[in-house]
């Protein structure tokens, strides 16, 4: 199947994740609310097949909405994203008081979840407040999607089982709520769940209280996804250990309450051709004719920044023939800005860089450009393209988009050298990157060296190969291989391609 295709599900695609595909806004001067759209890969590849098959996405609005009945507003004639063509009753908004809201997300997803399951474990708070609060929110996108199903009409169901899908760290109790109560009520549907995170080893994963309830809750699916096999097999083996599951390692199965569930490696993808065609429409931004060192991150202690700059630090030191010669550019995106840790994060950082330029800058150079901010898709193209050294170094990540973006803009005929660490999803697979340890600082201040000093066969060769990976996995073929994983993909041409 070439990844021109529009690839459609056999059924009603119902997807249900945290956030719609775009965010509520009121306008001051109308008074009226107002779609914002959102530009990630999720979006991009999810969105269209939802559109073309008639299906639904539920999800909290990114607001507190006046009134929680209030019609989804249609998208704006000028509206030119991957959701302008999603009609307000494709939409599903969900809704949650204020303080229950804040104690799912911010309290249990983010304070409790987003640690642990990135091992960091010290950082995690556990707290049956908040646990609470997120069964609670958990029952209500699953009472959502209940409605929704009862809903559908009968062609809709003979056309194929509807499908749900589930998304991320969030709504892990849902599926079980859905599948329990929809048997009572004689509902056919196939349910899949798709986690953007790590999943933890088991002697993590079991420091949570309420572990089991998690475990079977996602257990409610038919098949649930991961980036990487590691995640997959720490996932059975938690299903094994914590619930005495039979488990069959080799070909990814749990056998749960008489089913058996599909546990499935589902590497992300971005989508290449618009980045691909974004490199080539970009303006060049990078006024210097000095090599730069890029990094781009929300601003998240998972991201390895304060190790990174500390290794681009021992870099100058090391090797000061890279002095007034490199500099670092680094794009700090602001987020989870009322939670301490993320307020104590954005302190050391500033410190930090203010601490490395005072040492090295010199009256024409200055070591480390830093943006605390968010610049615009194209921008971030232009940077992309024109870096020679990508720093993707997170102290874990499930997969890590970046590293994927950088090497899709990589059109000059001298490419840059893409540096990750094998902490991230995409340490698994991108074999040509050269791989560094964010924790050894000495160590990983020589591989920035190395990168910067690559001989350009070299740095062709690995990059090729980096780009023709990225191009055939994009995010177009991730969309399919869920489809497919459930057994639930019709491409163009009618032609059923179940595995
Ligand atoms: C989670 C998982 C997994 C960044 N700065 C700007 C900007 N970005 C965009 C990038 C990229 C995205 O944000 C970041 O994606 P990552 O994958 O790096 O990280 P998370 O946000 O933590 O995502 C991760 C992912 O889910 C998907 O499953 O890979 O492991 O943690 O797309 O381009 N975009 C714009 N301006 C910026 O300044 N426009």
């Not at 994060?345 to 800058?361: A, H, P, S, W, Y």
């Not at 840059?416 to 050894?440: D, Q, R, T």
């Amino acid at each position: 199947t070439s990844s021109q295709n529009a690839t459609t599900a056999n059924g009603k695609l119902i997807v249900v994740a945290n956030r719609l595909p775009f965010v509520l806004r009121k306008n001051d001067q109308t008074g009226k609310w107002e779609r914002k759209a959102s530009a990630g890969g999720l979006v991009t590849a999810v969105a269209p097949v939802v559109i073309q098959g008639n299906g639904l996405w539920i999800g909290w609005p990114g607001v507190q909405l006046d009134d929680p009945n209030m019609p989804i507003p249609e998208s704006d004639p000028s509206d030119c994203t991957p959701t302008a063509g999603l009609r307000s009753n494709q939409v599903v908004a969900v809704y949650v008081e204020p303080q229950i809201f804040d104690s799912y997300y911010n309290g249990c997803c983010n304070g409790t979840f987003w640690p642990l399951f990135h091992s960091m474990p010290d950082r995690a708070v556990f707290s049956s407040d908040t646990w609470k609060a997120y069964a609670a929110v958990n029952h209500e996108f699953a009472d959502k999607t209940l409605n929704a199903l009862k809903c559908l009409n009968k062609e809709d169901i003979e056309a194929g089982a509807p499908l749900v899908w589930l998304h991320d760290y969030h709504l892990m109790l849902a599926a079980n709520t859905i599948r329990n109560e929809a048997e009572s009520l004689d509902l056919k549907f196939k349910i899949g769940f798709f986690l953007h995170i790590p999943f933890p080893p088991w002697d993590i994963f079991r420091l949570f209280p309420w572990a089991d309830e998690i475990l079977q809750g996602m257990l409610g699916c038919d098949m649930v996804g991961f980036h990487i096999e590691d995640y997959c097999l720490n996932f059975v083996e938690c299903c094994q250990r914590r619930l005495g599951c039979r488990v069959d390692r080799k070909s990814l199965l749990v056998e749960h309450g008489g089913r058996t569930v599909r546990i499935r490696p589902l590497p992300i993808g971005i989508p290449y051709d618009r980045f691909l065609q974004m490199a080539h429409e970009a303006p060049k931004l990078i006024s210097t004719n000095q090599q730069i060192v890029l990094g781009v991150d929300r601003l998240d202690y998972t991201k390895g920044l304060v190790h990174r700059l500390r290794s681009f630090e021992a870099l100058l030191e090391k090797h000061p023939e890279h002095i007034g010669k490199v500099t670092m550019l680094q794009i700090s995106v602001p987020s989870r800005t009322d939670v301490k840790e993320y307020q104590e994060l954005k302190e050391e950082m500033d410190q930090l860089v203010g601490r490395i330029n005072g040492k090295f800058t010199t009256p024409n150079w200055s070591p480390i450009r830093y943006i605390y901010g968010c610049v615009s898709q194209m921008e971030l193209a232009a940077f992309y393209r024109d870096s020679a050294v990508a720093l993707v170094t997170p102290l874990r990540d499930g997969m890590n988009l970046v590293a994927k973006e950088y090497v899709a803009c990589q059109i000059n005929p001298s490419p840059g050298v893409l540096i990750v660490s094998p902490f991230a999803g995409a340490g698994e697979m991108m074999h040509e990157a050269l791989i560094c340890n964010p924790y050894e600082i000495d160590d990983a201040a020589e591989v920035i060296h190395r990168a910067l000093t690559m001989p350009e066969d070299e740095r062709v060769l690995r990059m090729n190969c980096l780009r023709r990976r990225e191009k055939e996995n994009d995010v177009n073929y991730w969309m399919r291989s869920f489809l497919k994983a459930m057994g639930t993909l019709i491409t163009e041409d009618g032609e059923d391609v179940l595995p």
